[in-house]
């Protein structure tokens, strides 16, 4: 079903590039990415996720508080995570930020939660890799029973244990939240385990490999008796004036960023070909606001899903070029892949 698609766009608060190279402050990153957020609401996109990373090439490492800043700024954009690395936080505390967040922003805040890619904040915080899956687990277990229960019984071995606990502020009405899945069928299972929308991550190859996963999480809702939850699909891109121009404006950035983050994880250097293939065959949506559209719509109708997300934002950008991006998005994109839907 692809009634009523919702079109956001996501980014990770990758810091800037100036024109001739050099990297932009922090401080100016996140600057950018607040007038990033304006445009995208004057727009009529839907969502921005906003990205958790404790690293030097990403701006943001408290998403809530940007997210605020945003709210006061906007009427109508929706905000959230992608993704609140759940692992390394305190659903406690995470419930209290988001409903503050909520009630600040009318209630447009929701969150998406995930374990993240990066493993930084492991350490940072204190937490052992080893317990990477059961603090995931167990802290995703208390947070659904906070999203669902005023009075909260809990207990498990990754924090103090709850008894009768009302956490407040009492939101107005129910936080929103998804779990990020990156591709097994166990994180489909948990997912569906805890009643939440699904949200996947699509950053290289088909999107059509996916199909079984959604598959999955229809067919364990209808074991459950219970109409599913609603399907994301979060993928890598940009949108310029025309294809060619396109890519050349996102090249240099995603290499950067590829080449950066693989450099820790064995990958291979990116090619220009491998870029291109990705480009043609795969999940990075980048051209011109009619071929970024088509592929879009051509994704949401494969795998069913009622919401796709761009993540326009990889490696050291202008801020100038992601402005274009984001306009060209919600002014061009966005109508007429509600056109080709319908």
Do not use: C
Not at 8 to 19: E, Q, S
Not at 93 to 107: H, I, K, P, Q
Not at 153 to 164: D, I
Request: proline letters at 6%.
């Amino acid at each position: 079903m692809t009634t009523g698609i919702e079109l956001g766009l996501d980014t990770f608060g990758d810091v800037n590039a100036n024109p001739d190279g050099t990297l932009q402050s922090h401080a100016q990153t996140l600057r950018n990415l607040l007038a990033e957020a304006v445009t995208a609401d004057q727009v009529g996109v839907d969502f921005l996720g906003i990205g958790e990373h404790h690293r030097a090439d990403f701006a943001v490492s408290a998403p809530e508080i940007v997210m605020a800043a945003i709210a006061a700024k906007t009427g109508r954009l929706r905000i959230g995570t992608a993704v609140t690395v759940l692992s390394s936080d305190d659903p406690v505390r995470l419930f209290e930020r988001f409903a503050t967040l909520d009630a600040l922003s009318n209630g447009r805040a929701e969150m998406i939660l995930g374990r993240g890619s990066f493993t930084e904040s492991f350490p940072l915080f204190g937490h052992d890799m080893r317990d990477y899956e059961v603090l995931f687990e167990e802290k995703l277990d208390l947070l659904t029973r906070l999203l669902r229960e005023e009075r909260v019984n809990w207990h498990g071995r990754t924090r103090a244990a709850l008894q009768g606990q009302v956490v407040y502020p009492r939101p107005e009405s129910p936080l929103k939240a998804w779990v990020g899945v990156g591709g097994s069928p166990e994180s489909v299972l948990r997912t569906v385990r805890h009643g939440l929308p699904m949200m996947l991550a699509i950053i290289g190859g088909s999107p059509g490999r996916f199909k079984p996963y959604v598959d999955l999480y229809h067919q364990a809702w209808e074991q459950l008796g219970t109409p599913p939850q609603p399907v994301g699909v979060h993928s890598p891109g940009h949108v310029g004036p025309t294809d060619a121009e396109a890519r050349e404006r996102f090249w240099p950035g995603y290499k950067a960023m590829h080449d950066l983050i693989g450099g820790s994880r064995g990958w291979p250097q990116l090619r220009r070909a491998d870029y291109e293939r990705e480009v043609e065959h795969g999940s990075l949506y980048v051209g011109s606001p009619e071929t970024v559209a088509r592929k879009i719509a051509a994704t949401v109708r494969k795998l069913g899903a009622q919401r796709f997300d761009l993540k326009y934002s990889a490696g050291p950008q202008q801020p100038g070029v992601l402005l274009d991006a984001i306009e060209l998005y919600g002014t061009r994109v966005i109508p007429m892949v509600r056109d080709m839907l319908a």
